[in-house]
Nanobody, 130 residues
Framework: QVQLMESGGGSVKAGGSLTLACVISRYSWRRYCMGWFRQVVGKEREGVAAIYTGRGSTYYADSVKGRFTISQHNAQNAFRLQMNSLKTEDTAVYYC???????????????????????WGQGTQVTVSS
């Protein structure tokens, strides 16, 4: 069974930076779309960023463009989300997600629905204080 494991969450002051990591294992796909969602209690999950391993193409929500960077790190199955210039509204639980499809088939512009992804990590808390 595919497994996704996040790490790197924590607390930071507004304007600071955090890096989230995700490692995917027990998969047999050649190419896939890997991404990050976030959720605040009482609100819908929001797609934050994604990267397609086939081309390295990336996708971002408008709310994080220019501040967050998703990348494939070293091994084929390791990814990072570099979050800079963090704002209090970035506070959420962040989930690593994956789907064996091209990201361009999942994202519509800068948006993606959570049901497009079938594989989810357990989530990691990010708290940004003022």
């Amino acid at each position: 069974q595919v497994q996704l494991m996040e790490s790197g969450g924590g607390s930071v002051k507004a304007g600071g930076s955090l890096t989230l990591a995700c490692v995917i294992s027990r998969y047999s796909w050649r190419r896939y779309c890997m991404g990050w969602f976030r959720q605040v209690v009482g609100k819908e999950r929001e797609g934050v960023a994604a990267i397609y391993t086939g081309r390295g193409s990336t996708y971002y929500a408008d709310s994080v463009k220019g501040r967050f960077t998703i990348s494939q790190h070293n091994a084929q199955n390791a990814f990072r989300l570099q979050m800079n210039s963090l704002k209090t509204e970035d506070t959420a639980v962040y989930y690593c997600v994956a789907e064996p499809r091209d990201c361009q088939d999942l994202w519509v512009g800068s948006q993606v629905h959570p049901w497009e992804y079938n594989y989810w990590g357990q989530g990691t808390q990010v708290t940004v204080s003022s």
